[in-house]
């Protein structure tokens, strides 16, 4: 064995990485020449507009085999909700075909407003540190429909638009792509993908299907189902104790506005880019509408 | 040295005494993964004995020419996988030019051989078990392959058969394909011992 000492080994380390880079390269420059796989040229170019965040959202497994099936059956255009409208208009565009113009875009909006001094809380939970398994504890948290605040949709997020501000998660929308992964990741299925028809748009806050009573003396912010809202616009409907709305058919007006500001919980607020950020601490609205 | 004799025994003990996914519990991935159909199974079995054959001799030569020699056995496993990763490439263009079919049906798993186990397994079983002759650590290295072909598809045929059976609900999918797997290393058990 010939000795080799400090520098000496890091050299021939070196030395021989690169050697064995080079030789491997080589070879395998030689077999993908050799070896090439005529692909279709439209797959490329669809590969080529794609996001390439292989996110899941078009429910291939990534960019690659979602460009390939979308070469395949145009009719799968549109399922890029990362890459929006733009992308499905370039894909169109690879295929020489016309589409026409999509819906708004999907982005996902919590139904619920409550952080952690909200909400009521039996006992403490000590268990493992995840929605799901908490979930499955009847008495978590006073309120069944409530966020849980172990942030398993923000696993989910690869985009790092999801936030558990004080036990309550928070959408980032500058950074969300609408991919919709977080929406799985929640137990308790209070996160929806909705139409963003404005930016930003009312969304009701809340997912409590109990009465108005029970409502009230559990959470601070929930839901009452006192049908308020109802009365001012017709985009508003109260089913169950819980109000909901027509995201499709939204249009900022004065009934909208008046319903947002009569709502005695104030769980209809605004969300999406440029919503007013006092929205995400509910303790402060009430302040900053005093103020206003 | 190197008789026939020694060269037989080695490979009938890699194949079934020694068997990587038996009695190692190395590859257990695409054990599981690809084992649903025999055909799938078979081509796994294929791609795996190429690439730990290839990557077997391939580090045997680096490690007795060139790592031992000048004291850099530090960079064993960094030049083991860079072998391993170059050959799984190999068989990917290969198997895409080929087999098109079989490589859309390998999806994940045909990339994945870079990070089986099984191969920098016996590539480093090879060192560690210091064979010091090339033609014994090439037997060696196939037979590893043709062992992992083996229990793959064993496993496929159990499970084709598997889908006919009457599986008690809770059992059904996973469960089975765990407990099977178990049963089939115990009884490879068996031979625990026969060979070295």
């Known amino acids: 064995m010939i000795a080799a000492t400090g520098m000496q080994v890091i050299g021939l380390s070196a030395l021989l990485l690169a050697g064995l880079g080079v030789v491997f390269a080589a070879v395998l420059l030689a077999a993908s020449i050799k070896l090439k796989v005529a692909t279709d040229p439209k797959v490329e170019q669809i590969h080529a507009v794609l996001p390439k965040v292989d996110c899941g959202a078009c429910g291939f497994a990534g960019c690659a085999s979602y460009a390939k099936a979308v070469a395949a059956d145009a009719s799968l255009i549109g399922r890029c909700s990362p890459g929006g409208a733009a992308t499905s208009a370039k894909i169109a565009a690879v295929l020489n075909l016309q589409i026409s113009e999509g819906s708004a875009p999907k982005r996902p909006i919590v139904h619920c407003r409550a952080v952690r001094e909200d909400k009521t809380f039996y006992a403490a939970y000590r268990g493992i540190e995840g929605c799901t398994s908490a979930n499955a504890q009847p008495n978590v948290q006073a309120c069944a429909f409530g966020c849980l605040g172990f942030g398993d ?60 009573k029970t409502t009230r003396s559990m959470c601070a912010v929930g839901c009452i189902g006192c049908g308020l809202c109802a009365r001012q616009s017709d985009l508003f409907a109260v089913k169950d104790n819980l109000a909901r709305m027509d995201y499709a058919r939204y249009q900022p007006s004065e009934a909208t506005e008046t319903a947002r500001q009569k709502c005695p919980t104030k769980v209809i607020v605004f969300r999406g880019k440029g919503a007013p950020a006092d929205e995400k601490v509910s303790k402060t609205p009430a302040a900053a509408g005093a103020a206003s | 040295m190197h008789t026939f004799e020694t060269l037989l025994l080695g490979f009938l003990g890699i194949v079934i ?62 030049c083991f996988i860079l072998v391993i990763a170059g050959a799984v490439q190999l068989v990917e263009m290969y198997v895409r030019k080929f087999f098109p079919v079989l490589y859309d049906s390998f999806g994940i798993f045909l990339p994945l051989i870079t990070t089986n186990c099984a191969i920098l397994g016996m590539c480093l079983f090879i060192n560690l078990w210091g064979i010091d ?40 999918g996973a469960p089975i394909t765990l407990i099977t797997a178990g049963l089939l290393t115990l009884a490879f058990m068996g031979f625990a011992g026969m060979i070295r």
């Open chain 1, 153 to 212: 949709c923000v696993q989910r997020c690869r985009f790092d638009a999801l936030h558990i501000v004080n036990g309550l998660a928070v959408v980032d929308y500058d950074k969300c792509t609408g991919c919709g992964a977080c929406v799985a990741g929640c137990p308790r299925g209070l996160i929806e993908m909705v139409p963003f028809t404005h930016e930003p748009m009312l969304t009701v806050a809340c997912s409590s299907r109990e009465n108005g």
């Open chain 2, 133 to 172: 002759n090339l033609p014994e650590a090439v037997v060696l290295s196939i037979g590893a392959g043709l062992g992992f072909t083996l229990a793959i598809c064993m496993m496929a045929g159990i499970r084709e058969n598997l889908e006919l059976a009457d599986v008690p609900p809770v059992l059904r």
């Open chain 2, 17 to 78: 005494v020694n068997n990587l996914v038996f009695t190692k519990f190395l590859g257990i991935c695409p054990y599981l993964g690809v084992s649903g159909r025999i055909d799938m199974a078979f081509g796994m079995g294929c791609a795996v004995t190429f690439v730990v054959t290839l990557a077997g001799t391939l580090t045997w030569l680096i490690d007795h020419l060139v790592l031992m020699p000048y004291g850099l056995d530090v960079l064993r496993y960094v």
